[in-house]
């Protein structure tokens, strides 16, 4: 009966893992150029109303955190956050910045952000600061 049971909860578990890599797809955002050696990058990410106590983790291709946006109080449908993260120059490829955009709330599996949660996303080369 336990190895029965220990067989069950490995193929739920294994499902909900096949399940949550594929709600984790990839946002490609093009870069209108190369970076210079005494530049860096930016994205700049604006949300609309998030799920109460929800944050929006963004995340490169290979899986790092590049930051996150918090979700305090009762959403409103004209709330809005907007913050600037730092991304290393290592994850733009081909002029291209491939992101996973995530949104994870108590209670709830984590899953991909809809549209109306990401109101923009934008790649900024700003000065190196010495």
Do not use: C
Not at 31 to 48: I, M, Q, Y
């Amino acid at each position: 009966m336990r190895h029965a049971l220990s067989i069950a909860l490995l193929v739920s578990l294994a499902s909900a893992g096949l399940v949550s890599a594929q709600e984790r797809k990839l946002t490609d955002l093009l870069v209108s150029r190369d970076p210079g050696p005494n530049e860096a990058v930016r994205l700049r990410v604006v949300t609309g109303p998030l799920p109460f106590g929800a944050r929006l983790v963004v995340k490169t291709e290979g899986g790092d955190v590049i930051g996150s946006i918090m979700s305090y109080g009762m959403p409103n449908p004209n709330d809005t956050h907007s913050e600037t993260f730092p991304v290393q120059s290592r994850n733009v490829v081909n002029r291209r910045l491939r992101l996973q955009l995530l949104v994870e709330a108590p209670g709830a599996m984590t899953r991909r952000a809809t549209p109306d949660e990401i109101l923009k996303l934008e790649v900024i080369i700003v000065p190196r600061r010495s």
